[in-house]
């Protein structure tokens, strides 16, 4: 079965610019799940949804935004980019809890110039 | 959320089997123990997970000790396909909401 697909693979944006990434679910799977991960501090969880409604949510600041649509697929927004926000973007997907684990896409490399 | 402790690397020949340590001495009775591998420029890929019993599946075996303050990831025949950073997690059953807590995970080198 397709996994987690993300797009686009690679992004460039301006300081002060906003971005929208992507994220399809294996089919089936309702819940999405964001991170971000850079050198500095690794793997960090932005936020989660199920059927549409935000679950869960990371410690970022309100220029990180999500939603999630009635066939599951997921966007994240990033409004105000700042260099700091260079990072890889990734998202999984799950049944229900997650409890038998978290399928990730291979992310969106996003570089704020 | 309850803290994992793992080496930062470890090194390992080609065929032979590789034990993967992770501490987690505050871990409580609803936390299942879950495994994620991640390849270079790819993301995290779930390898196993378990609650009490030791788990076995395609990919690897998870021994659990017995107080659950402590697991090992066994890999039977390391591959140089197996290089990769490796994350002990801890979850809460039914209520985590998709969030996996990683730390810094242990860095595993496969040498030919």
């Known amino acids: 079965k397709a996994g987690v697909t993300q797009t686009p693979r690679y992004l460039i944006k301006t300081r002060g610019q906003q971005v929208t990434l992507s994220c399809s679910p294996i089919?089936?799977?309702?819940?999405v799940s964001w991170y971000q991960q850079t050198p500095g501090q690794g793997l960090q969880f932005l936020f989660e949804?199920?059927?549409?409604?935000?679950?869960n949510k990371g410690n970022f600041p309100g220029r990180f935004s999500g939603r999630q649509f009635s066939n599951s697929r997921s966007e994240m927004n990033v409004s105000t980019l700042e260099l700091g926000d260079s990072a890889l973007y990734l998202c999984?997907?799950?049944?229900?809890?997650?409890?038998?684990?978290?399928?990730f896409g291979s992310g969106t490399r996003l570089t704020v110039v | 959320d309850a803290k994992t402790t793992q080496p930062n690397s470890m090194e390992s020949n080609e065929e032979e089997p590789v034990h993967l340590p992770c501490n987690h001495s505050?871990?409580?009775?609803?936390?299942?123990i879950h495994w994620y591998r991640q390849l270079p420029s790819q993301g995290p890929e779930y390898v196993i997970h378990?609650?009490?019993s030791n788990v076995n599946n395609r990919m690897a075996s998870l021994a659990i000790a017995e107080d659950r303050k402590s697991s090992t990831l066994i890999l039977h025949r390391a591959t140089l396909r197996d290089a990769a950073v490796y994350y002990c997690?801890?979850?809460?059953?039914?209520?985590?909401?998709?969030?996996?807590?990683f730390g810094q995970g242990t860095i595993l080198t496969v040498h030919p």
């Open positions: 999984a997907s799950s049944l229900e809890d997650g409890i038998y684990g978290y399928t």
């Open positions: 505050t871990i409580s009775g609803t936390d299942y």
């Open positions: 089919s089936g799977h309702r819940s």
């Open positions: 949804y199920f059927s549409e409604t935000q679950r």
């Open positions: 997690i801890l979850m809460l059953g039914g209520t985590s909401y998709g969030k996996l807590t």
């Open positions: 378990g609650l009490t």
